[in-house]
């Protein structure tokens, strides 16, 4: 089956921790991104990237970090610089075009204890 | 820059009544459209979604929309409400740039009342 994992489905982080969230995909899309959502905020855009080893910021990329190593992956670290991770983040993917679809996986659920 | 607003955050309608979902964008540039709907705890999928061409969309489960231009608008319609469809929608626009940036609605949930 073809789709866009996320992992895990939920996390929590200690205080000056930073977290990773994977996000894999075996779709052979060519771009990737990574939003957060909050309740009443719709999606933003923290970073996304069109091919292997290179990125761009989006709106809100401040404490956060990614690598894009391999086509199917595209990991987002949340850094101990983010003073208000707790939020639901979805990784996103598409095939190049600008009409194309993005497709969106089943998100993590990030806590700070 | 790109904007889209979702008139009402929440939308409360009686099982097998007409659901109306409003959205209106602003886009420097004939805009690509799309709809997502969210239900709890999940990811986003695709509902329906407008390039070019018939200006009037349908998608899965009984949903349609209508591009109109004129009032810069994208409302969501389904005749009749099942209960199936109380969930989040998401209404996005993107001007179909490199990176084929979403911007997204504040999105509306919908209730549906037995």
């Known amino acids: 089956d073809g789709g866009i994992t996320q992992s895990p489905k939920y996390l929590f982080r200690k205080e000056g921790q930073n977290v990773t969230l994977s996000c894999e995909q075996n779709l052979n899309h060519d771009a990737m991104y990574w939003y957060r959502q909050d309740p009443g905020q719709g999606l933003r855009l923290i970073y996304y990237?069109?091919?292997?080893?290179?990125?761009q910021k989006g709106d809100i990329a401040e404490g956060y970090s990614v690598s894009r190593e391999k086509k199917e992956s595209f990991p987002l670290t949340v850094t101990s610089a983010q003073k208000n991770p707790t939020a639901f983040y979805l990784c996103?993917?598409?095939?190049?075009?600008?009409?194309?679809?993005?497709?969106f996986g089943p998100g993590t659920r990030l806590l700070v204890l | 820059a790109q904007s889209v607003t979702q008139l009402g955050s929440h939308v409360s309608v009686s099982e097998g009544a007409l659901v109306l979902l409003r959205c209106n964008y602003s886009?420097?540039?004939?805009?690509?459209l799309f709809w997502y709907v969210q239900y709890p705890n999940q990811g986003l999928q695709l509902l329906l979604k407008?390039?070019?061409?018939?200006?009037l969309v349908k998608g899965i489960n009984g949903f349609e929309a209508e591009f109109k231009k004129s009032e810069t608008s994208f409302h969501l319609t389904k005749p009749s409400a099942h209960m199936s469809d109380a969930a989040e929608y998401f209404c996005?626009?993107?001007?179909?740039?490199?990176?084929?940036?979403?911007?997204f609605g504040g999105g509306t949930r919908l209730m549906v009342k037995p």
């Open positions: 990237s069109q091919i292997v080893n290179d990125f």
């Open positions: 886009s420097s540039v004939p805009p690509y």
């Open positions: 996005a626009v993107s001007e179909g740039n490199a990176g084929n940036m979403l911007t």
């Open positions: 407008y390039t070019t061409g018939a200006t």
């Open positions: 996103a993917s598409r095939v190049a075009g600008g009409a194309e679809t993005q497709y």
